[in-house]
């Protein structure tokens, strides 16, 4: 009678708990809930696209994306949908494309972009969103080949 009852538990429980995880929109969602949890987004030869996590409905924790290849394309973080922190991008061998900070899915902080070699070409500031402070360009030898300043406002 035990066995009975643990196997009909087991079965109700496997039914009550289940996930119907379906996707709107790029958003994971489960029938009446909101999603938590992981979800990974495929190509079409089956190589990840994407894996994103989410917080009861919300873009939360860490987001990677990827090129067809396998190589990581961008990662970063979001809060409540919004991204934040250092994000990421990745050229196509591997190396850093690209530093962007953001807050409250703003552009702030520091921005960086660097060639395939891994040699600085750009240096940006923004605050909430605006530029700010001075700008360099350099060319692939390290020559400063412009500044600009913007003031703050």
Same mark, same amino acid.
């Given at each position: $009678?035990?066995?009975?009852?643990?196997? +009909?538990?087991? #079965?109700?429980?496997?039914?009550?708990?289940? !996930?119907?995880?379906?996707? @709107?929109?790029?958003?994971?969602?489960?029938? &009446?809930?909101?999603?938590?949890?992981?979800?990974?987004?495929?190509? /079409?030869?089956?190589?990840?696209? *994407?894996?994103? +996590?989410? @917080?009861?409905?919300?873009?939360?924790?860490?987001?990677?994306?990827?090129? *067809?290849?396998?190589?990581?394309?961008? =990662?970063? !973080?979001?809060?409540? &949908?919004?991204? #934040?922190?250092?994000? %990421?991008?990745?050229?196509?061998?591997?190396?850093?494309?690209?530093?962007? =900070?953001?807050?409250? /899915?703003?552009?702030?902080? %520091?921005?960086?972009?660097?060639?395939?070699?891994? &040699?600085?070409? #750009? !240096?940006? *500031?923004?605050? /909430?969103?605006?530029? %700010?402070?001075?700008?360099?360009?350099?060319?692939?030898?390290?020559?400063?080949?412009? %500044?600009? =300043?913007?003031?703050? $406002?």
């Amino acid at each position: $009678m035990k066995t009975l009852a643990l196997i +009909t538990f087991l #079965f109700v429980g496997s039914i009550a708990f289940a !996930q119907d995880i379906t996707i @709107k929109d790029e958003t994971p969602s489960q029938t &009446n809930l909101a999603y938590s949890g992981q979800h990974t987004a495929y190509y /079409d030869n089956g190589a990840v696209k *994407e894996v994103l +996590t989410f @917080k009861e409905g919300k873009l939360n924790g860490e987001a990677v994306k990827y090129y *067809e290849s396998g190589q990581k394309m961008e =990662s970063g !973080q979001y809060e409540n &949908n919004l991204k #934040f922190g250092m994000w %990421t991008r990745f050229h196509k061998n591997g190396t850093v494309a690209a530093e962007a =900070s953001y807050k409250n /899915d703003k552009k702030d902080g %520091t921005w960086m972009v660097y060639s395939e070699k891994g &040699n600085k070409l #750009f !240096q940006m *500031e923004y605050r /909430d969103g605006e530029k %700010t402070g001075t700008w360099y360009q350099w060319d692939e030898a390290g020559n400063v080949l412009k %500044t600009t =300043s913007y003031n703050a $406002m």
